[in-house]
Nanobody
Framework: QVQLVESGGGLVQPGGSLRLSCAAS????????WAWYRQAPGKQRELVAQ???????NYAESVKGRFAFSRDTTKNTVYLQMNNLESDDTADYYC???????????????WGQGTQVTVAS
């Protein structure tokens, strides 16, 4: 079975930085896409950053220039480096992966459990 496990959330002051990690466990044949989403209280879940299988990386306009997505293919892990954080970045952050797992040789989407990020002074 495949699981996505996130870490790195916490409380940070405005202007500070955090790095989120998301590790995929299990045997995986390949990844088609990775993404980070977030959901603030009372709001819909929104896409923050997305990596596609063709190598394209996309960012929400609100985080461009402040957030950076990266991958460590040797560890099946992705990261979201968040700099110059603002109060509007406060949300639960979720990792998403579109992958083909070895246990059933089926392409499907997986979600992490979420990690909380709070930006406050």
């Amino acid at each position: 079975q495949v699981q996505l496990v996130e870490s790195g959330g916490g409380l940070v002051q405005p202007g500070g930085s955090l790095r989120l990690s998301c590790a995929a466990s299990g045997t995986i044949w390949g990844f088609y896409a990775w993404a980070w989403y977030r959901q603030a209280p009372g709001k819909q879940r929104e896409l923050v950053a997305q990596w596609l299988g063709d190598g394209t990386t996309n960012y929400a306009e609100s985080v461009k220039g402040r957030f950076a997505f990266s991958r460590d293919t040797t560890k099946n892990t992705v990261y979201l480096q968040m700099n110059n954080l603002e109060s509007d970045d406060t949300a639960d952050y979720y990792c998403y992966a579109d992958l083909r797992a070895a246990h059933d040789n089926t392409r499907r989407a997986y979600w992490g459990q979420g990690t909380q990020v709070t930006v406050a002074s």
